[in-house]
């Protein structure tokens, strides 16, 4: 068991964000600690006594996971507003802009080549990009629900991913297919990831457990539920010998992986503990919560090799027993011999952090010079782009050093770079002519729905219109017989005179009033 002067304590507590801190990562030389918030920012800290931290206020919407590069200096943020962002930590700004996913963004990580990058977004696909050449590569979609987060194997082979819809699943990068699938969680896992060798994954859930699995063997290897509320966050010792998680209950739990138990409860922010990471060296690490606050603690309990600690094991007066069968995986209760109680460490330890580095906000000075863009456009998404976000002082500089001629160039120059970003189209344009290209389609299709349907009206008119016409052929049959009936009279007049009366060209027995009556009769049929 570690001694007292071994336990971890709090080192430095950083202040700058104005709303819950939901993702940190140290760089890789851990002079740097990147940390992602609701206050839709990510800061930089430089954690040298007299660093100085950015501030960039870019995305649009929380930043949800934030990590920087293995190789090199980038830093990889994703966001609520559907977006991934590729930094470059430094005065200028620079960014570039990753647009595949049509729900939140999630998780992003690097592999550790740094050459691609694994994202996890709420639209249920797990997609993979291209680092250097900036681009989309190919997506992972067999989740049936939202993906909380995605990492890759140290060898860049396998892709570990969790979701809500209560699985972890092992994807071959090679074959783009699923290879294992973990189902037993009551709850669904918000985190996982792999250790430092790639043998194991661990993973924690919202049901408060922490699992273990031999990727080797598909075992569950180790259980752990010491929170009592859903553990948002975890990380690997570099030595793999330990693990630090985050709970919505307000603490940090570090757990022996050796000897598979408790070993320190760590007390110190008000409210959940969203995020929590090691350094590269693992002599610090980093927690930050809904407090708005990222707390930097400092730890040297794990300065010793593996072979000195098994030694050390060995050397023990009193040995713990073997685990029990049902340890693997432990699902019920089962008795155990009583280890050692886990060591708390209050919040009121001395906070030795030294005076709150100089924060520099970047949004400002992109306001200046690209006035005309939405909050949106801030970071620079190109090299045009970013070679035009250098400050006024320094413009002047390079003007007073140059000759008369050079700074025309340069003014014509700039004058050519804003009438391309001019002419441009925006992200607003183009959403708005695809809007209307889609009305266009429901139109044209709405259009040959009504002409398939008058033509079958046609259709019908010509099947009924032969039957309506019959009653007026016979009508005009009848009109046609009366005027012969007329005309044959009209020659029996001239032939037998037409200075007889009336009455003695009609036939014996009718008068005028009665012939007239019959023609009144007739007329209608």
């Not at 804003?418 to 429901?442: A, G």
């Not at 044959?488 to 014996?508: F, H, I, K, N, Y």
Request: glycine share 6%; charged share 25%.
């Amino acid at each position: 068991m570690a001694s007292v002067l071994d336990d971890p304590c709090m080192e430095r507590v950083l202040k700058g964000h104005t709303d819950a801190v939901t993702c940190a990562h140290f760089s890789p030389n851990s002079n740097q600690l990147a940390t992602g918030s609701a206050d839709r920012s990510l800061m930089v800290w430089h954690l040298s006594p007299k660093g100085r931290s950015l501030r960039f206020v870019n995305h649009q919407d929380t930043v949800t996971a934030v990590q920087f590069c293995p190789v090199g200096s980038l830093v990889a943020t994703s966001s609520k507003d559907k977006m991934v962002r590729l930094w470059k930590p430094s005065m200028k700004g620079e960014s570039t802009v990753f647009k595949a996913h049509t729900a939140t963004v999630r998780s992003v990580a690097f592999s550790n080549d740094g050459e691609k990058l694994v994202t996890a977004s709420d639209d249920k696909t797990v997609k993979v990009w291209s680092v250097s050449r900036r681009c989309f590569v190919y997506s992972l979609s067999q989740h049936t629900n939202w993906v909380r987060c995605a990492r890759f194997s140290p060898d860049g082979r396998l892709i570990v991913s969790c979701g809500d819809d209560r699985s972890v699943r092992l994807w071959d990068t090679s074959s783009k297919h699923c290879i294992n699938c973990f189902t037993d969680y009551r709850g669904s896992p918000t985190f996982v990831d792999f250790n430092s060798r790639g043998t194991c994954i661990a993973a924690s859930g919202a049901d408060s457990t922490l699992k273990l699995w031999d990727i080797r063997t598909n075992k569950l290897i180790q259980h752990y539920q010491v929170h009592s509320a859903g553990i948002n966050s975890f990380s690997f010792h570099p030595s793999d010998n330990y693990m630090i998680s985050a709970s919505s209950d307000g603490t940090l739990k570090m757990l022996d992986l050796l000897e598979g138990r408790l070993i320190y409860t760590l007390h110190g922010h008000k409210g959940a503990v969203l995020t929590v990471c090691f350094s590269t060296e693992g002599d610090l690490f980093a927690s930050a919560g809904l407090d708005a606050k990222v707390m930097l603690w400092k730890t040297n309990f794990d300065t010793k090799s593996y072979n000195e600690v098994l030694q050390q094991h060995s050397r023990r007066s009193v040995t713990y027993p073997p685990p029990h069968l049902t340890d693997i995986p432990p699902r019920t209760a089962h008795p155990h011999s009583t280890y050692p109680p886990d060591v708390q460490v209050a919040a009121s330890l001395a906070d030795t952090h030294t005076p709150e580095p100089h924060i520099v906000v970047l949004q400002e000075a992109e306001r200046h010079l690209r006035h005309n863009a939405d909050l949106a456009h801030y970071a620079v998404e190109d090299v045009d782009a970013r070679e035009e976000d250098t400050s006024e002082e320094e413009q002047k500089t390079q003007q007073e050093g140059h000759e008369d001629h050079a700074g025309g160039r340069r003014k014509g120059e700039d004058e050519r770079r804003r009438q391309q970003d001019t002419l441009r189209p925006s992200p607003v344009l183009n959403s708005i002519l695809q809007h209307i290209v889609q009305q266009l389609d429901v139109l044209t299709r709405t259009v040959s729905v009504l002409e398939d349907r008058i033509t079958m009206t046609e259709d019908k008119l010509q099947e009924c219109l032969p039957a309506t016409l019959t009653p007026h052929v016979a009508l005009e049959g009848a009109s046609a017989g009366t005027e012969a009936l007329a005309a044959q009279q009209a020659e029996g007049g001239a032939s037998g005179g037409t200075d007889r009366p009336l009455e003695e060209q009609l036939p014996s027995g009718q008068d005028s009033g009665q012939d007239s009556g019959q023609a009144v009769q007739q007329t209608p049929t």
